[in-house]
């Protein structure tokens, strides 16, 4: 285990020795002309992704579930009838379910 530690220090300071140099940046002209190339070549609408209605369509559904599902506990809540069994029944027949 000396020996690979010795060799690991070895190589680190190998490596803190070497010299860095500055990353290069593209010239300004080449920059635009390639985002330029990527935009054009892009497969968007001017109303947006392809998938859009798609996703709006998701949500409409998800807020209707939502609704429905608080509408449904409202109406749980408000029932006349107390009952502390309620809750394990309605496990059980839910458990029985196949």
Known sequence: MKQVDHQLARLFRAAGQ????????????????LMGALRSNSEVDE?????????????????FI????????????????PNELNLAESVIRLSMVP
């Not at 109303?47 to 807020?63: D, F, H, M, S, V």
């Open 47 to 63: 109303e947006g992704p392809l998938c859009a209605p798609i996703l709006r369509r998701a949500l409409g559904a998800a807020g």
């Open 18 to 33: 070497a010299p860095t140099s500055e990353p290069l940046e593209l010239p300004y002209e080449i920059e635009t002309r």
């Open 66 to 81: 939502l609704l429905l599902s608080l509408v449904l506990t409202y109406m749980a809540w408000k029932q006349d009838d």
